[in-house]
C-alpha cells in the first residue's frame, strides 16, 4: 500500500507543550516510535502566515511572498487574511507532491486558497456571521467530494460567533469543524499527503498568556483530537504505513502593555486623519505584526521621505518608552532573516509591547479581545530566537526512530518531508534533515 504522509500544525505549540503530551495516552501511542527536534526556529516576523508559507516551501517571506498576515488595506472595518495562493512567489510541497503522483488535501492550511495542486481543498477562512459556508468554500477551491466533507462536519461548525472572554468551547471554534473534516478526509479520500492547521492553542494563549490552566486544558483537548485521528486512521486502514509530522508556526510571549503604533505615526505627522477620526491621508502606515510593526511609505521609492520616517521613529526608540528600542531598515532585515518586500522599516518590541495598528487616542490601547488577533494577554511576532520555540515530532516508516536533534528551522521542514516522499524542492533555502529519515530516502 503506498505510503501516506499528514502534517498537523498545531498553531503556536511549543517544546513545554510535548513534555507535557508525552505524559497523554493518544500522543503516546501515536509517537512511541518518533524522531523529534527541541527547538525550530521560526522567521521573522514570527506570525502564522508568512510561516506557514516557509513552512510548505522551505524559503523565508522575502523569497516566497508573503511578509504579512494581512492584505494592506488603509482604515479596513475587518482584518483581510490573505486568501489566494496566487500570492505566493514559489513553489510548494503540493507542487512536489504532484510530481510524485501523489494525491494531496489541505485543510485550514493559510492562503491554499485555489491552489491547483490540492486536490481536497478546505481553505482557512474566517467566516462571519450569516455568511454561506459551503458557497465560499467552493470560491476557494473545494470540489464536490471537498463539500461532502463539509457537509458531513457541519455539526462541529461554531453555532456561534460571539467572543468568550478567557475559555473556548468547541460549537464556538472552527477548530473542532477542522479536525473533524481532517478525520473524514482521511477515512473517504485518504490524500497522499495531508496539511492541516489548527489553532486551538494559539487562541487560548493569546486570550490567558502562555502557560496557564486553560492551555493546559488545551493540550488535554488536542490529545482527544489525535485519538480522534487515531480511529480514522485506523477505520481507513493506513494507520501503519503513515507518516505523521506534528510542528507549529511560532512561540508566544507574554506582554504587558499595547501601544498603537499608528498614532505616533500621527502625531508625527505622516498620518492625516479628518474629525471623525477616519484616515484622509498618510505618508507612512504601519501594520502591526504583535510584538513588531512592519512600516509602508505611501511613494517606497521617496528617499527623503524614508529618511525623515527613519529619523522621527528613531528619536522614539531613543527616548526608551514607545515600545521599541530599534527602528530596523528593510537592508537590516532582509541580510538578518531573509524578510523584504516593499516596505521601509519594521520596528521590534522592547520585550514587553505589543502593537496596535489604531491612529487614535490615547496611545495606550486597552488589553482586550477587540483588535484582531494581536489580542489579549500573549503574542507573537518578535525575533524568532526569542520566546519559547515551535515543535517538530514525526513518526512513520520514512522516518528513523529515536533521533533527537536540538535545533533547526522551520524553512528545513519542507525539503525534508518532500525528500521522505522522494520529491525535491530545489527553490528551497532549508537544508535536508536527512538524520531524521529512514536510511535510503
Ligand atoms: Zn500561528
Request: overall charge negative; aromatic content about 10%.
Amino acid at each position: 500500500m503506498k505510503e501516506k504522509t499528514i502534517v498537523l500544525s498545531m498553531d503556536a505549540m511549543v517544546g513545554a507543550d510535548i513534555a507535557y503530551l508525552k505524559t497523554k495516552p493518544n500522543f503516546s501511542r501515536l509517537f512511541k516510535d518518533r524522531c523529534e527536534i527541541g527547538k525550530v526556529c521560526t522567521i521573522y516576523p514570527s506570525i502564522t502566515y508568512p510561516a506557514h508559507m516557509s513552512i510548505m516551501t522551505g524559503c523565508r517571506p522575502g523569497k516566497h511572498g508573503v511578509i504579512t498576515n494581512l492584505q494592506f488595506a488603509v482604515d479596513k472595518g475587518y482584518p483581510a487574511w490573505h486568501i489566494d495562493s496566487s500570492i505566493l512567489q514559489v513553489e510548494d510541497i503540493f507542487a512536489a507532491a504532484k510530481r510524485q503522483g501523489m494525491t494531496t488535501g489541505s485543510i485550514y492550511w493559510p492562503i491554499c486558497g485555489n491552489n491547483p495542486n490540492i486536490d481536497y481543498l478546505i481553505n482557512e477562512f474566517f467566516f462571519y456571521e450569516n455568511e454561506p459556508v459551503e458557497e465560499a468554500f467552493a470560491a476557494m477551491g473545494a470540489n464536490e467530494a471537498t463539500l461532502e466533507i463539509v457537509r458531513e462536519n457541519m455539526h462541529r461548525f461554531p453555532t456561534a460567533f460571539e467572543q468568550v472572554e478567557e475559555r473556548l468551547e468547541l460549537n464556538n471554534s472552527f477548530d473542532d469543524f477542522i479536525m473533524g473534516c481532517m478525520c473524514s478526509m482521511i477515512r473517504k479520500n485518504q490524500p497522499d499527503l495531508l496539511l492541516v492547521h489548527n489553532c486551538w492553542l494559539d487562541d487560548l494563549r493569546h486570550r490567558n498568556g502562555v502557560f496557564n490552566q486553560f492551555v493546559t486544558d488545551g493540550l488535554d483537548q488536542t490529545d482527544e483530537w489525535l485519538g480522534q485521528v487515531i480511529a480514522a486512521l485506523e477505520d481507513a486502514g493506513t494507520y501503519e504505513n503513515t507518516n505523521f509530522v506534528l510542528l507549529s508556526d511560532h512561540g508566544q510571549m507574554d506582554y504587558s502593555r499595547r501601544i498603537k503604533i499608528n498614532l505616533l505615526l500621527r502625531r508625527g505627522g505622516f498620518i492625516d486623519v479628518d474629525e471623525n477620526g477616519k484616515i484622509t491621508d498618510w505618508r507612512a502606515l504601519a501594520q502591526s505584526n504583535g510584538m513588531s510593526a512592519t512600516i509602508f511609505l505611501k511613494d517606497p521609492a521617496d528617499k527623503a521621505l524614508a529618511e525623515e520616517v527613519r529619523a522621527y521613529l528613531q528619536g522614539l526608540a531613543d527616548q526608551m518608552v514607545w515600545g521599541f528600542l530599534q527602528v530596523q531598515s528593510e537592508e537590516e532585515v532582509r541580510e538578518r532573516y531573509g524578510m523584504y518586500g516593499d516596505f521601509a522599516f519594521m520596528v521590534e518590541t522592547d520585550g514587553y509591547t505589543s502593537f496596535s495598528d489604531d491612529w487614535n487616542e490615547p496611545v495606550l490601547k486597552q488589553m482586550d479581545m477587540s483588535d484582531s488577533h494581536r489580542l489579549g494577554a500573549a503574542t507573537h511576532g518578535y525575533h524568532p530566537e526569542y520566546g519559547p520555540q515551535p515543535v517538530f515530532v514525526a513518526r512513520g516508516s520514512g522516518f528513523k526512530s529515536g533521533v533527537y536533534i536540538e535545533n533547526a528551522s522551520v524553512i528545513d521542514e519542507a525539503p525534508t518531508i518532500a525528500r521522505m516522499f522522494g520529491d525535491s524542492m530545489p527553490q528551497a533555502e532549508g537544508r535536508v534533515m536527512a538524520e531524521l529519515l529512514a536510511d535510503g530516502r
